[in-house]
């Protein structure tokens, strides 16, 4: 396996190289680069071979190491190292295997690369082997293209939340959340729209602009004034809920489906 090391803090590589040899004795360190610019630099250079395995710090001394994600577009696999936590949503979707706070635990280290070489193997059994795409079969969708997993936070902590547990999604204050059946209310990093195209519309539907329901969240369902529909969902809101009106006939046709 060839692995290369993105980290601007020379001790902080070296420990990460003892480690990663620790895990294996034959992997190949490549490289260990400092900066956005000689990363861009070392990864564009024909000469180099391609590494199999990036480990890489976040923060380096120029930029912000997405920046290599973005010019370069970068489908390797990324094992993420870094002292902060505010941008793990984000790392994870730019081909992040795991995400890893410093100091890095030599067990988290190992349990990272071992997930990297079970996706790799499934890779390299079939035809035309498509890591990006197996990724994010991994992580998120079935047979139909509909999410199963959502990555979801509750300030510096991650929660890996199905999709079945999720009674709704909810805009407030201009962010969204969802609220699971047992009552847990935590950030995403979704737009309801986006989030309406990823949703089996069988369990899911967005009755208004703030709202996307699963169908086992509805407690109840009132007529009020108008022939507005009113409900109550489970866990209860803040807040009371309407359908807008013009998506009632697609709502009541979605409840006798």
Same mark, same amino acid.
């Given at each position: /396996?060839? $692995? @290369?090391?993105?980290?601007?803090?020379?001790l902080s590589a070296s420990? #990460?190289?003892? #480690? $990663?040899?620790?895990?294996?004795?034959?992997? =190949? $360190? /490549? *490289?260990?680069?400092s900066s956005v610019k000689e990363s861009i630099q070392w990864l564009s250079d024909a000469a180099n071979q391609r590494p199999d395995l990036i480990f890489m710090d976040l923060h380096l001394?120029?930029? @912000?190491?997405?920046?290599i994600i973005e010019e370069l577009k970068l489908t390797i696999p990324i094992i993420f !190292? !870094?002292?902060?936590?505010?941008? !793990?949503l984000k790392a994870f979707k730019a =081909?992040?295997?795991?995400? @890893? @706070?410093?100091? $890095?635990d030599k067990a988290e280290l190992t349990a990272a690369i071992d997930k990297f070489v079970t996706?790799? *193997?499934?890779?390299? *059994?079939?035809p035309a082997p498509d890591f990006a *795409?197996? /990724?994010?079969m991994y992580q998120s969708g079935n047979e139909e293209g509909y999410k199963e997993r959502f990555l979801a936070s509750a300030g510096p902590k991650l929660f890996s939340i199905r999709t079945s547990e999720i009674a709704y999604f909810t805009i407030e204050q201009k962010a969204t959340f969802l609220r699971t059946f047992d009552g847990q209310h935590l950030a995403m990093d979704y737009s309801l729209d986006k989030l309406a195209q990823m949703l089996d519309p069988k369990e899911f539907f967005r009755i208004n602009r703030s709202l996307i329901i699963a169908l086992n969240s509805i407690r109840s369902i009132y007529t009020v004034s108008a022939g507005r529909l009113k409900l109550e969902l489970t866990p209860a809101t803040a807040q009371e809920v309407f359908v807008s009106g013009d998506r009632m006939a697609d709502f009541k046709q979605w409840l006798g489906k």
């Amino acid at each position: /396996m060839n $692995v @290369l090391i993105i980290e601007d803090e020379s001790l902080s590589a070296s420990r #990460l190289e003892s #480690l $990663v040899w620790k895990y294996d004795p034959k992997i =190949n $360190v /490549m *490289a260990k680069l400092s900066s956005v610019k000689e990363s861009i630099q070392w990864l564009s250079d024909a000469a180099n071979q391609r590494p199999d395995l990036i480990f890489m710090d976040l923060h380096l001394e120029d930029d @912000l190491a997405f920046k290599i994600i973005e010019e370069l577009k970068l489908t390797i696999p990324i094992i993420f !190292t !870094t002292a902060y936590s505010e941008y !793990t949503l984000k790392a994870f979707k730019a =081909n992040g295997i795991d995400y @890893l @706070l410093k100091p $890095v635990d030599k067990a988290e280290l190992t349990a990272a690369i071992d997930k990297f070489v079970t996706l790799h *193997a499934k890779s390299a *059994a079939t035809p035309a082997p498509d890591f990006a *795409a197996l /990724m994010a079969m991994y992580q998120s969708g079935n047979e139909e293209g509909y999410k199963e997993r959502f990555l979801a936070s509750a300030g510096p902590k991650l929660f890996s939340i199905r999709t079945s547990e999720i009674a709704y999604f909810t805009i407030e204050q201009k962010a969204t959340f969802l609220r699971t059946f047992d009552g847990q209310h935590l950030a995403m990093d979704y737009s309801l729209d986006k989030l309406a195209q990823m949703l089996d519309p069988k369990e899911f539907f967005r009755i208004n602009r703030s709202l996307i329901i699963a169908l086992n969240s509805i407690r109840s369902i009132y007529t009020v004034s108008a022939g507005r529909l009113k409900l109550e969902l489970t866990p209860a809101t803040a807040q009371e809920v309407f359908v807008s009106g013009d998506r009632m006939a697609d709502f009541k046709q979605w409840l006798g489906k």
